[in-house]
């Protein structure tokens, strides 16, 4: 897949940042909210916007989510431990696990399963990541041991995974459609490639 024109880039790029901003808490109320997307958005963001300095600024801002939850929107501080700070590392397994397969995305309908296939394997590996920086290095659990954690993984793993799964199949879905609108159309002759 070609990289994004500059208009479309930033286009996707909002929508991204406004989707974090829009699930990363619960400032509309429990009624309306969704769960948190940052981890499919960081994959998305890979796949889409490859850059490095973009998956800096997303770090960021959800950090900067994240602080505003926990010091106005009385979300609890309970995870903001050691840990926190591995959770750019898991974050840039999602992102250049999409940013690996960008080249390797094309029109077909099996590139886009190998795209939810990638993001299945990063998510895993990215859930690992943050929840076992969390249990082992949280200092929340007195005596963790091998057999709680992996009990844990197996408890929030699931939930953790199907989500960011859901939200990628939901933006491969978005870009097949885009992609068979854009290649009719131009077929027709109404768009100019």
């Given at each position: 897949m070609k990289a994004l024109s500059v208009p479309r880039f930033n286009a996707l790029w909002l929508v991204l940042m406004a989707v974090m901003i829009a699930t990363r808490f619960k400032h509309f109320?429990?009624?309306l909210h969704l769960p948190d997307a940052s981890m499919a958005i960081f994959f998305l963001g890979g796949l889409y916007l490859r850059h490095h300095w973009t998956f800096v600024v997303m770090v960021l801002l959800a950090v900067a989510l994240d602080w505003v939850s926990i010091s106005f929107a009385g979300v609890s501080d309970f995870c903001i431990t050691l840990a926190y700070s591995f959770l750019p590392l898991a974050y840039a397994v999602l992102w250049y696990a999409g940013r690996w397969y960008a080249p390797r995305m094309d029109r077909r309908g099996l590139s886009l399963l190998g795209a939810f296939g990638?993001?299945?394997v990063a998510a895993v590996l990215s859930?690992?990541?943050s929840n076992g920086s969390f249990y082992w290095l949280g200092g929340r659990y007195a005596q963790p041991h091998?057999?709680?954690y992996l009990l844990?993984?197996?408890q929030w793993g699931p939930l953790f995974v199907r989500t960011t799964l859901c939200y990628v199949a939901v933006a491969l879905v978005l870009h097949a459609l885009i992609e068979r609108i854009t290649s009719a159309s131009s077929e027709h002759g109404n768009v100019k490639v």
């Open positions: 109320g429990d009624v990638v993001a299945l859930f690992a990541i091998m057999a709680e844990r993984l197996w």
